[in-house]
């Protein structure tokens, strides 16, 4: 089957592979839509700490079911939790395999979705429906990290809030936000064609490189700043201004992974008692809760910016370290 194959840092191949292994438990999903997400270009570059070449990669994808399995008919149109959990660990047992100890992912620790087919434990098939077309199957892995970011760090509707970053999760957690009823959203972006996509959603954005961010904030929020403050850049420019946003008693949301430990000035945080909170990944309800969202708001499927064949493999990848070149999410149709 053809793939698309990590092969060492900066070289990636569209090969022909052998079909998967399917072993009992598992699903053999043929493979419709796989998208690229940071984590894939960290493993591009040769600096993901996990990822062994040779792999296939991708863990946000659709498809179809091509086998019965006891959950699902074959035939059924479906994306994948893509989680591996150990079951037997302390988080694990206790409700949490999301951040089990030793947790793994496919496309990441074993083969994943860049490919024609792809194995994947059947449980861990999530339905999507008929009227939801492929690309936006695709799409949900991202939009539940936006969801687990909201509901597991306790958002309330009403809350009014601030997102770094208009890339792919930046953009959802901004629209998973709307839907979750909060009160005022900015947005800060730097990239010229990012924010007009996110202008294009409905959001105001600030240019941080173009005007005073921390004045614009106290301005909108009457001196207050944020209830909540979403970091979805992961850079140490924003990780020196979170404090300034946040109010008294806010919270801070971590949902991007940051390469280098970023330096903050704590005190500020202390003179707020601001809280800080990490998110990691989604539970398989955040993926549920996704999949039934995503049709009342047909704004997410503008995130995707490119869908490619397979074959155009390097051109997708390139696209995203491209400055300038207006990606956000990038798919490989197969
Ligand atoms: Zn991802
Ligand atoms: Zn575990």
Partial sequence: MKAIQYLGANKIEVCDIEMPKVPEGFALVKVSHAGICGTDLNIYAGTHP????PLVMGHEFS??????????KKGTRVTVYPLISCGACEPCRSGNGHVCNTLGLYGIDTDGAMAEYAAVPADQLIAIPDEMSFQTGALLEPIAVAVHALRETGFTSGDNALVFGCGTIGLCVALTLRLFGARDILLAE?????????????????????????ELVSNRTNGN??????DCAGVQAVAETLLDM???KGQI???????KPPAMPFFKGMAKEVS???VRVYRKKDFEIAAQIVVREPLFDKIITHILPADKAQEGFD??????????????AF
């Avoid at 700043?225 to 979403?230: C, K, P």
């Avoid at 400055?323 to 490989?332: E, I, N």
């Fill in 319 to 332: 696209l995203l370290f491209q400055k300038g070149s207006g990606a956000v999410k990038v798919m490989f």
């Fill in 253 to 259: 949301v971590i949902v991007a992974s940051y390469k």
């Fill in 276 to 278: 800080i909170h990490f």
């Fill in 225 to 230: 700043g944020f209830d909540r403050v979403y």
């Fill in 63 to 72: 498809g179809v079911v091509e086998n019965d399995t006891p959950y699902m």
């Fill in 246 to 248: 946040v109010r008294v």
């Fill in 190 to 214: 730097t990239d010229p064609a990012r924010i007009a996509l996110a202008k294009s959603l409905g959001f105001d954005v600030a240019d941080p490189s173009q005007e005073n961010l921390a």
């Fill in 50 to 53: 996990r990822a062994k070449a």
